[in-house]
């Protein structure tokens, strides 16, 4: 009988051996089985010999049973490269090379998946699908003193119901603070506060092209109460960012409304502060109060906008003329994707900075690499680079995105810093690389050796060789650069070298 | 596998190492383990490697000798003609492999 510890850690070692049968092939699984069952029992007895529970018998039970997948993978993949045979696998035609961008392709892939799940990417996604915010144009009333300059509503209503040309959409708003009770009405602490309420036409959103995100399914709400949209800051503020806020009751000075929805403040720096959005119709508007206007250029008057001010005339029976100035709003933020190439201009500036951009001295050597073999080694360099580019790109905007909300300079300076530090050390990344695989093969080399000692750099040469597992080349690369020895060389074997390495199958 | 092409054929040093234990009379897996010093994962693929290229050959044990040793059977390998000339050829190669594990020694033991 053995002891409830020695038995535990049978059952543990049995269920090692049979997770790694799983990747046996089916008709080779019930002979390998039983060879292992009787190996780990000559292992068991030669180990544990003496009857009694150790813990140094059962780790070298125990690693003696983790073999067992080296040995079921061995079967495995021999299995899989029957169905290959006559082509030449890639991992053996390049070595490591094909894995490398296998796993940068992976790293792509799964950066591009956040970024697409990301709740602030998909919602600048679409900001920029929708195009309205490029020719959107703030309306000021020039005679007007005050900073910023407001229009009347009188003004707006008397420009907006002439024919236009230029301009096909328009939204007016004005600021106000506003008392506001947004808890419910059972709360006993129900209380109000003060918020800068934008009073805004209902297109007001459609207009700028502003997302609003966690939109209520509707079910329950008042269609007759007009929306409030809360700014994203007052969300998270007062309402602890709950994204089931859709739907609640607020009253805002005299009137009940229902929230519908949450949109960020906008990258164009509208005057006035606010922190919810009241839309109603412009026939609600109050008569004479005074405000801001915000149009859209139409498509002949973007072809004639070429400044960022463009002076506005406006006529009206039985009045005076306006004089308007409409200031362009479509350039207050760059993209993401001209931030992502500032910071790769600025990456690849600075690179020569903190690393060097050789990939090694060929050119000692009097073997000759034939062009194929140079095509491969620059193409897989080149393909690097490629997958370099989207990755730091989809990974930037992952790191600024996942923790700062859509349409705020904040994510865009993180996303630019970002995007700069993963291009610089990720070419970095690429050019060491580079330089360590063999020129032939394109494996990595490997098993390092010191050369020489340090003290006699000037008399012999000393420093690291690393050697091509293919058997192709040997790196030396020196300690200490030296005006006869300044940076790595290849050394290409001949094939008396051949005897020391084992072919790819026959290891 | 012929003869001829297997003088030809070049063995890894852990290879031939495994080649001549089995040689020794050192004949199933874990034997070959506790000789050559070398971890499970790479003795048994390596046994695998060798016995896909003719050099070594497979049997299972009587199923009534393990059961009068009360223990499970075990599978023994063996050198075919193929491989005892590939030692040949790898132990001109790597002339220590004898020193390693001599034959003589082994088999008295």
Known sequence: MKPPNEFAAHIIDLGLLRGASMLVPRGQRAEWWRE?????????????????????????????????????????RQERNLGRRGKTPLTLKFGSAWQCLLLMAALLGASFTVARLLPGVRAER??????????LVLIEDVNNEDSPRTISSGQYRAWKDRKQEFFDGFAFYRVTREQVNWRPVEDGQRESAGWGVGRASSNFFSLLGLPVQFKGTGAGVDAAMPSVILSESLWKREFGADPHVAGRVVRVGLRWATIAGVASEGPWGLPGKVDAWLLEPDSQMVPASAGYVVAHLSASGRSRMGAAQIQITSYAPHRSPDDLLGISLGKAMPRQWDVFWFAVLLAFLALPAISSVSLGDLSVSVHKISWPRRLCRWGFLGAKIVLLLPIAYFVSLDLAYGFIGFNSTDALYLQMVAAFFICMFGMQWVLSDQRQRCPVCLRRVDHPVRVGQLSRTFLAWNGTELMCMGGHTLLHVPSLPTSWFSSQRWMFLDSSWEFLFAGPVRE | MTADKNSETKLSHTAAMILQAVDAGFVYGFSIMEMTGLPSGTVYPAMRRLERDELIRSQWEKQSIADAEQRPPRKYYKLTAAGRVTLETSRRRYPLLERLIPIEEARSV
């Open chain 1, 126 to 135: 679409s900001l920029w699908r929708n195009g309205v915010r490029s020719g």
């Open chain 1, 36 to 76: 292992w069952y009787g190996e780990l029992w000559q292992a068991r007895s030669e180990y544990a010999y003496s009857g009694e529970f150790s813990w140094s018998a059962e780790r070298a039970i125990a690693g003696f049973c983790l073999g067992a997948f080296q040995d079921a993978l061995y079967l495995w």
